[in-house]
């Protein structure tokens, strides 16, 4: 995994993600959430990258089984101190998953991937450990604001300088590596600048449009499809040992 989040980085992204922003992608996400995972309650689902457990909470409100993973304990810890015991939560790497393989019915990764080492490592390992599908959220490299935090990364802003900005057609060409051939679905959360606010059309255009490649703010589908897919059963008689080997029994019978 790239950046581990402590008590200070941490900070810095609250900060954005508490800036209007911040505020108006997580007003948003869960309808996004909604219409791009259709979740179902009693379903298990994933969090890579949970942070502070923002997701977490969505999820257990729709009544689902939730599991959050991340990197950070200070993270955790906070994650833990809003959540509780609703949810388990786990500190590991994205790019290698403590989890069995199709334990997960969905996934998800919202602002995870571009804070990643190895973005195409942590998509197999999450669709090692998903069945149905996964859901990718982040900011657009190619949107104006994404410049805009780009500039602010290379003038040494603490949470910008360590992020990979992605566009729709690196994270769709991502899936494909990692998934081959499976079916995408894609949408986005425009953010349009301060001074176009209420200027009649042009603000309807910005507000409207729901498939820009040029948006603030990526959501990405993938429904995963298998070839084979195998399902464990449990074993139900108990194995004794034996007395005697199999070869040992062929010896007795020449004698």
Known sequence: MGIIFDKNIAGFY??????????????????????????RPGERVLDIGCGTGNHLIIFNKLGMNVTGIDASSYMLDKAGERIGKRCTLKKGMAEALPFDDNEFDLTVLI???????????????????????????????????GLLKRIKGYFGDPLFNHVKFYNLWQIKSLFRDAYGDTPVSWGCINIYPSFIEGRGPVSKIFTECRYSPFCYFLCISVTMTYQI???????????KTASQSLAGARIAEDL
């Open 14 to 39: 609250e900060s954005w993600r508490r800036s209007y922003q911040g505020q108006t992608i997580e007003r948003s996400i869960e309808k996004q959430i909604l219409t791009f995972l259709d979740p």
């Open 111 to 145: 602002n995870t991937l571009e804070f990643l080492d190895d973005p195409l490592e942590a998509l197999r390992e999450a669709g090692r450990v998903t069945n149905r599908k996964i859901f990718i959220g982040a900011l657009n490299g190619f949107s104006w604001n």
């Open 229 to 239: 897919r195998t399902k464990n059963l449990p074993l139900k008689i108990s194995v």
